[in-house]
């Protein structure tokens, strides 16, 4: 492992430069099987980890020989037999492997509630990790020396990674391979990582990113950390978020804006029907995704061959979680012939529309916004959420999501002992400038944490 | 607004709802139904679909075999019958 | 009557459309499969270049316009030989468009148009059981040529001429003409388009467009409309049936295929159209020789064409032809031009040759004049012309005829093609 030293020492060599006691990793592991019980942040855990830096892959990523079941019932019990790209890059690197983290099932979901065993908030237990990245979130604000790669479609990292305390940056897309990623949706999806410190961030995003000759979508362009010395609000943000929550976001507009950055407001036309826009394409890509789990191939299996095809498929079907079920209904009527111009293609076209304007607004500013609109809901109050009043909370992560442009969250205050997040976004492939933006505000704030496994 | 006609959107998906599930499922797929019919307003009309949010570079494979995964791993988790992978009848 | 087709053939790479798994024949089942083509979560396609290649020049031998840019979609159904339960295929931006093929039939020329072609991954292969299916990986993702023509064809000698025209064009292509052409009917009498699906072989074209036909003609005689439906041919009965599949109307939903881009077509390197036909017709009217003797030489044998290319100028088409047909006749087609020269030239001098003679010739050594026995050769004439009356009739109205018997003759008994001309004209007077 090689020493990084940087302006702020990151995790990673904190850890190269530390003496491990002999049997740190079994201790580990057994810690984390403890907190597991109540928090289930892990799917599955990695008896066989021995040595290198911590990783948690989310459990829509294919590691080979273990369990990927995309928090979906129709994948229980299958191993895939590859690994995906940015886990063989990690692999190769020595980074050890350490578990499959929960998530929502197929990354439908805000809350991290959608799945069969639901991974609860560090810092209150009945309260939601967010989603749907939601084990990602919960093993980097309980392990002290680990990186979760985890991935984001609509915000699947920045929410849990707010709820949580920790760093989640979403890069742009296309810049780091997504072959063996269990797809949501193929032009939305981006794999991604959450740490404690940007700087741990930054060291494994150059070890994983860059073209993969198995995915046509990898691109092959530079990152660069054009710094900006504008932060633009989008004009309304703070009337829609919680009262608590704006108040404390001003104080840290206000700090930011003494140290030299210039506030201003700005307005984006049709910006809010990005989120109806996002699903519309989200959904329609998704059920085509999910049609290929029907019982017979891996997975989930139906063993009643009696049936004639179609019976044995809605058979097998029937596994899906509510959410899943609803987002494939929908997702097959927007792209069905006779009303896809008004939903899919129009999607497409203000897709193209708000990429145009946040491009425009972004070469001279970042865009920041509180992470949430609020502190991490308690667990019955997601549950008894309307499906799409679920959907319109997630307004301050869906453009960026929706446009590709790479976006970072880490905390700025505590509520109530409850983390709250900011969200910064810059141009496409201006990547670093996110990471170096929380690094700086790392040399002035500490993230706490209740948990600290693994510690030396 | 038509109303989704959730009956044949189930055939076509090969989901299948419970009664109960079907009828809580009516009303949300109502409400976002009206949500997405939302952006009819929009003024988009100048814009092309933008299929992907950045640039996709045509990126192709050259015609050569590759043997990647090993054909025994491939179907070691379906069922099988002489090599032949198992599938509901048609 | 009107028939359109919709015909799948595989195109000529080593691997597969959107993987590296090999495309070539194999017994054993699912030896040739991956990630990619088994539609295992995570995979990802990336677009095989020969394949797009091979398509570009398919639908140029065809005389499509050809797209700048192409691209893909998904096409998503439920079918348990569909690895990913969608296909990737084209619709807007499909490779060619537009284009036509020109077949000849007893009543002349007739164009037939080609709507598109489009460059998609097969299926895998199911084997059906009675409650089960065997499902074999290792066709999925292999790269096809979707072929569509307009519904132009109006008979069943136009349907057969226009699938040998097009299997000629495919072969030229480099298409493996062996591998049973697979294509889909559409046919329209009185009513509606009636489709029939997955018919697999030119003669079970042929005798299932013939059925349905007749079938459809019975059902107007008695009165009853024909309403659009699929069917599917049933071989051993020479039926086609209803389809037994409740058509569960599916909604393909067709959505941009989000896992691969636009593609540019401006580098790939065409094939040569080689199209026989037309070929046939001209040396037909500049060597003075049967068309139809010419056109069946050539047209699934680019040997051949290449012999006759290289001594046509200097040799009778006559001499040239039975040349090609007694090499054909002893299983001698692979010598090289040099040789195929040797032949030529022996054959053309007078030599009459039999099947050691040539082999003699091709090693290098001469040979001499055999003995020919004129009683055979008069027999063999005799027979092959038949009504001696009946013939100078035909060969008033035709002189090429001539060319036909001579060439049987010659392919039966080994005598050079002059000798055999001069022993006809002399026997019948002509």
């Known amino acids: 492992m090689d020493l990084r030293y940087s302006g702020t020492m990151g995790m990673i060599s904190e850890f190269a430069a530390s003496e491990l006691p002999k049997d740190y990793y079994a201790n580990l592991l057994s810690e984390i099987k403890e907190i597991n019980k109540k928090l289930n942040a892990f799917n599955v855990v990695n008896e066989g980890i021995s040595s290198g830096f911590p990783f948690s892959v989310k459990d829509n990523i294919c590691v080979k020989g273990f369990e990927a079941t995309a928090g979906s019932r129709m994948l229980k019990g299958y191993i895939p037999p590859f690994n995906a790209t940015a886990v063989e890059r990690l692999l190769a690197k020595d980074y050890g492997f350490v578990g499959k983290t929960a998530m929502d099932e197929f990354g439908f979901g805000s809350f991290g509630i959608n799945t069969d065993r639901i991974a609860r908030n560090p810092f209150d237990t009945d309260r939601v990790a967010g989603g749907s990245s939601s084990g990602a979130a919960v093993a980097t604000a309980i392990l002290k020396y680990h990186v979760a790669m985890c991935e984001s479609t609509g915000g699947s990292i920045a929410n849990p990674a707010a709820n949580c305390g920790v760093v989640g940056f979403t890069p742009t897309y296309g810049v780091i391979s997504r072959y063996g990623l269990i797809d949501y949706s193929n032009s939305l999806d981006k794999i991604g990582f959450m740490a404690r410190k940007a700087e741990d961030i930054r060291t494994v995003l150059d070890v994983v990113r860059g073209p993969d000759k198995r995915d046509t979508t990898s691109v092959d362009r530079q990152i660069t950390g054009v710094k900006k010395s504008r932060l633009y609000i989008i004009k309304g943000t703070l009337e829609k978020v919680d009262k608590e929550v704006a108040l404390s976001f001003s104080k840290f507009i206000d700090k930011l804006g003494s140290e030299g950055y210039e506030i201003k407001e700005v307005s984006v036309e049709d910006i809010e029907k990005s989120i109806p826009a996002y699903y519309i394409i989200s959904m329609a890509e998704a059920s085509t995704n999910l049609a290929k789990y029907n019982g017979y191939k891996y997975g989930l299996k139906n063993e009643n061959f009696v049936e004639q095809y179609n019976d044995f498929f809605t058979e097998a079907r029937a596994n899906f979680g509510i959410e899943a079920k609803r987002r494939i209904i929908l997702g097959t009527f927007v792209r069905s012939a006779n009303v896809k111009g008004r939903y899919y293609y129009r999607a497409l076209k203000i897709r193209a529309k708000i990429i145009e304007r946040m491009s425009a607004i972004l070469q001279d500013g970042f865009i920041i916004s509180p992470t949430l609109p609020m502190k991490a809901p308690k667990l019955e109050e997601a549950q008894r959420l309307p499906p799409v009043k679920a959907y319109m909370s997630d307004f301050l992560n869906i453009p960026p999501n929706l446009g590709g442009f790479p976006h970072i969250s880490f905390p700025f205050d505590y509520i109530d002992g409850l983390p709250i997040g900011a969200q910064i976004i810059t141009s496409h492939f201006n990547d670093y400038a996110l990471l170096d933006f929380a690094s700086e505000w790392e040399k002035q704030f500490e993230y706490r944490f209740k948990y600290n496994l693994g510690s030396l | ?90 | ?430």
């Open chain 3, 1 to 430: 009557m009107k028939i359109g087709l919709e015909v799948h053939i595989a195109l000529p790479t080593k691997s597969k459309l959107f993987c590296g798994c090999s495309t070539e024949q194999t017994e054993l089942p699912n030896s040739h499969v991956c990630p990619v083509c088994m539609g295992f979560p995570g995979s990802k396609p990336v677009l095989n270049k020969k394949a797009l290649e091979v398509c570009l020049s398919v639908a140029n031998a065809l005389k499509c316009k050809l797209a700048e840019s192409t691209s893909f979609i998904r096409k998503t159904y439920f079918y348990p030989d569909l690895p990913k339960s969608f296909q990737i295929s084209q619709l807007d931006q499909a490779v060619g468009t537009d284009g036509r093929v020109i077949i000849k039939t007893s009543a002349g020329s007739k164009e037939i148009r080609i709507t598109r072609v489009q460059l998609e991954e097969d299926p895998a292969k199911i084997i059906r059981g009675e409650d089960y299916t065997l499902i074999d990986f290792n066709r999925a993702g292999v790269p096809l040529a979707e072929i569509v023509t307009a519904p132009d064809i109006s008979s069943e000698e136009e349907l057969s001429s226009f699938i040998n025209e097009l299997r000629s064009i495919l072969y030229y292509q480099g298409v493996d003409i062996n591998k049973e052409l697979k294509a889909d009917l559409n046919i329209s009498t009185t009513g509606d388009r009636v489709e029939i699906k997955n018919v697999t072989g030119v003669k079970n074209l042929l005798d299932a467009m013939r059925y349905e036909v007749s079938r459809q003609e019975e059902l107007a005689r008695n009165g009853h409309e024909i309403h659009s439906e699929t069917r599917s041919y049933d071989e051993s009965k020479m039926e086609t049936v209803g389809s037994r599949e409740k058509e569960s109307a599916e909604e393909y939903g067709f959505i941009f295929e989000p896992d691969l881009t636009v593609y540019d077509t401006s580098w790939a390197v065409l094939k040569e159209p080689v199209i026989a036909s037309r070929i046939a017709e001209e040396y037909s009217k500049k060597y003075n020789y049967s068309e139809g003797t010419i056109y069946d030489l050539i047209k699934f044998d680019m040997k051949a064409l290449e012999f006759i290319d290289s001594a046509k100028e200097r040799y009778s088409m006559q001499s040239v032809v039975g040349c090609i047909e007694l090499l054909k006749k002893y299983d001698l087609m692979s010598i090289d031009e040099a040789s195929f020269e040797k032949v030529l030239k022996a054959l053309d001098s007078g030599i009459s040759l039999d099947e050691s003679k040539i082999k003699l010739l091709i090693s290098g050594k001469n040979v001499e004049e055999r003995h020919l026995n004129d009683e055979i050769i008069e027999d063999i004439i005799r027979k092959e012309i038949g009504d001696a009356e009946k013939f100078k009739e035909e060969y008033a109205r035709n002189p090429k005829i001539i060319n036909f018997i001579v060439g049987k003759v010659v392919k039966e008994y080994g005598a050079s093609p002059g000798y055999v001309a001069e022993k006809i004209r002399k026997m019948l007077n002509l």
């Open chain 2, 1 to 90: 607004m038509e109303g989704l006609p959730i009956d044949s959107l189930c055939k076509v998906s090969r989901i299948a709802l419970t009664e109960e599930e079907k009828a809580r499922m009516e009303k949300e797929l109502e409400e976002i139904l009206e949500y997405f019919d939302s952006i009819s307003d929009v003024d988009c009309d100048s814009y092309d679909p933008a299929y992907h949010p950045v640039e996709i570079q045509p990126k192709f494979r050259e015609d050569e075999v590759e043997e990647y995964i090993s054909a025994d791993e491939m179907i070691s988790q379906t069922k099988t019958y002489r090599f032949f992978v198992v599938g509901p009848k048609i």
